[in-house]
Structures are given as C-alpha cells and as structure tokens.
C-alpha cells in the first residue's frame, strides 16, 4: 500500500464526523496515531529496525536500514544520537523502554500540537481552522518534508 492510500485509510479514521474535513483535534489524530498505542508502536520498531530478533536496537540495527543511501555525516549523526541520547543505560542496546522513550518522549503532545498549528498554518489555504482533503493533497511535499513524519 502506498503512503497516500495509508493517509487516505488515516484520513477517514480521523474524520470522525465523516465531514471530510478536518479541525485541529481531528488533524491531531491524522498524524498522531500511534498516541496511546505503546504496545503496537514498540512492535512496529522491533519488527522494522531488530535484525537479529533479541528484543532489543543495538547501535548498528538503528541505521542500518537506511545507511547506504545516507551520507556519513547522517551515519555520524545518528551514531553519536544512539550513543548520547537514546541508549541511556550504556549497555550497548536500545531496550524496550529505551525504543519507548526515543519513539513516544514524555512531551509528545506539545511537539505535536506544535506540528499540528505549523501544517494549519501552511496548508489551511482559505484559513477556515479545517484542512480538506484536496489541501493536504495539494500540500503533500509540505507534510512529506516535515522531520515529525520524515526524520530521516
């Protein structure tokens, strides 16, 4: 499935008054989705990012999925991001807790409100506090580029 038939099933998730628009609480939903969803999440990172299936990220599983087509100073980047801000226990692994806590921080509301007011301020084209579908299709690039869904 692609990323815009993925959006489109979020969309319509999202849409709980099937208006076809969304207002900022329902946007919040549209790209915040994994918010009271621990379990799935940590499973989604497990399955994506642990290689040799010991329940745990080491250093290397963390990027090595997208090391070839990424520039040394990304690979240097994310090494030292590994070693000084995720892997908070030194033993050499991203733990459950630890994939948790990279993946789900304690101020994940507020980075996503941020968010939120950043695509209503750019892609709420007539400026009516909802976003159609035609202005986030419109607006594709903008959210594909945001860091929140690309961190990469």
Known sequence: MSTMEDDKILFKAAD????????????FT???PNIGMMYPVLYAALTAKDQNKDGRISGQELISNCESS????????????FNEDLEIDKNGFLTQSEILAWLMPENIHEVATEEVNYFFARADEDKNG?????????NYKLFMDSEIINPE
Request: proline share 0%; no cysteine.
């Open 130 to 138: 909802l976003l159609f579908d035609t202005e986030i299709s419109q």
């Open 70 to 81: 990424k520039s040394n100073d990304w690979r240097t980047y994310e090494r030292k991001r």
């Open 30 to 32: 549209f790209t915040n």
């Open 16 to 27: 709980k008054n099937l208006d076809n628009k969304l207002s900022s609480e329902e946007f």
